[in-house]
């Protein structure tokens, strides 16, 4: 999941999610303790978050980003 261009990557779960509770980039990366440039990488479809990283986002979200929304898998996929 590459973000050709920067409109593409507003689609991105974790963008749309930051932008709706009004929450910048480094808030989020000080929050599941990683930084900016890395919250950026995720969200432009450079890098996936690691397990630990994944669980760090689910929790930071209240639950409403799900480990299925940030790999870009639906969660029957993931069960399959």
Not at 1 to 11: G, P, R
Not at 17 to 41: P, Y
């Amino acid at each position: 999941m590459h973000f050709a261009n920067l409109a593409d990557m507003e689609t991105h779960p974790l963008t749309k999610w930051r932008k709706r509770h009004g929450i910048s980039q480094g808030d989020l990366a000080e929050r599941i303790s990683v930084s900016r440039w890395t919250v950026n990488r995720i969200e432009c479809g450079e890098r996936f978050p690691s397990r630990e990283t994944i669980g760090r986002i689910v929790k930071a979200t209240q639950y409403e980003i799900q480990p299925a929304d940030l790999i870009g898998m639906s969660a029957a996929e993931l069960s399959g």
